[in-house]
C-alpha cells in the first residue's frame, strides 16, 4: 500500500513562513473532528521554520529548517497511547484523535522531535496530520507544498519500496535518525543546517595591491589524511562543506606554482571563515 511521505529541500527554504501560514489559515477556528480541533491562534507552530547562521562576514550562509510531525513509521507517540488515542492510519498518517486524546497532556512528551503542542484551552494535545481531512476529500497534496514559492517541499504516496530508492537515489536523510523512529518527512540538503564550513580567501600583495589569487590548490588534511581538496575561485575564495561540527584539528595547506605555498592549523567547533591568507610577497613574482 501507498503511504504519504514529504520531501523537505533545505536549500531551496527561503523563510517566507507560506507553509506555517496556510497551516495556520486551515486550522485557526475550524474544527475537523476526527482530525484535528481548532488550533490556538497564537502559540503553536504545527509547521515551525528553524534557522541557523553559518560563517562570518564576509562567508556567511543562513540556512532555513521547516520542522514539522514527521509521521514516524515506528512513532513513539503511537506506542504510548495504546487506547487508540493517537493512532498509525493505513496511509502512513499519524492522527491524535481529538476526542479520545482529551485531556492527555502526558501524549506531549511521548514525541522525541517535539513537534507536539498543548492547547491548554481546549486541554488536547496537537500536530501537523499531514492535512488527512483534504488529502481524504482527494486533494493530491497538503497544503504546505501547495503553497511553497520555491517548491522547497513535495509530498509523495508511494510504496516503502519506491520511497527507499528515491531516498537513496537522492541523497535524503531525515531528522534524528538515532531516535529510531522511522520518519516519512525526508530533507535534502541537510548538511546546510546540521554540517559546519571551513573557509578563506586567498590573495597576493603586489606593493600594497591586493588581488584574489585564482586557481591556487587548497588542501584540507586531518590526521595526515587528506579530507578534500579544491582550487581557489575568481574572488580567491575556498570552502570545504559537509563537516562534522567540533570535529577537531585540521591542516589547510595552500599552494600555487608562481607564489609559493602556506599551511595554516584550525580547530573545528562551528563553522569557520579563517580569513585572508596571503601567498607570495615583493619579489616573488
Ligand atoms: S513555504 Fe517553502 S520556502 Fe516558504 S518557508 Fe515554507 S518551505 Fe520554506
Ligand atoms: S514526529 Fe513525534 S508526533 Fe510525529 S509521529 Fe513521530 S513521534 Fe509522533
Known sequence: MKKWNLIIDVARCNNCNNCFLANKDEHVDNDFPGY??????HGHRWIDILRRE?????????A????TCNHCEDAPCVKASADGAVYKRPDGIVIIDPQKAAGRKDIVASCPYGVIWWNEERKVAQKWIFDA????????????AQVCP?????????????????????????LHPEYST?????????YRFTKCFIGGSVAIDRNAIV???????????????????QRTDCYGDFKFDKLDRDSGAYTIEISHPCQGKKAIEVRLGESQYVGTVYLGGQGVY
Do not use: F
Not at 484535528?36 to 491562534?41: G, L, V
Not at 562576514?57 to 543562513?62: E, G
Open 36 to 41: 484535528a480541533a481548532p488550533q490556538p491562534r
Open 54 to 62: 553559518r560563517g562570518r562576514a564576509p562567508m556567511v550562509d543562513v
Open 64 to 67: 532555513y529548517l521547516p520542522t
Open 133 to 144: 481531512h483534504l488529502l481524504d476529500q482527494g486533494w493530491k497534496e497538503p497544503r504546505c
Open 150 to 174: 520555491t517548491g522547497a517541499i513535495r509530498s509523495l504516496n508511494a510504496e516503502d519500496s519506491d520511497m527507499e530508492q528515491i531516498a537513496k537515489k537522492e541523497a535524503l536523510e531525515v
Open 182 to 190: 522511522k520518519p516519512r518527512v525526508y530533507y535534502k540538503n541537510l
Open 211 to 229: 588581488d584574489c589569487l585564482q586557481g591556487a590548490n587548497v588542501m584540507l588534511t586531518k590526521d595526515s589524511g587528506t579530507v578534500a581538496e
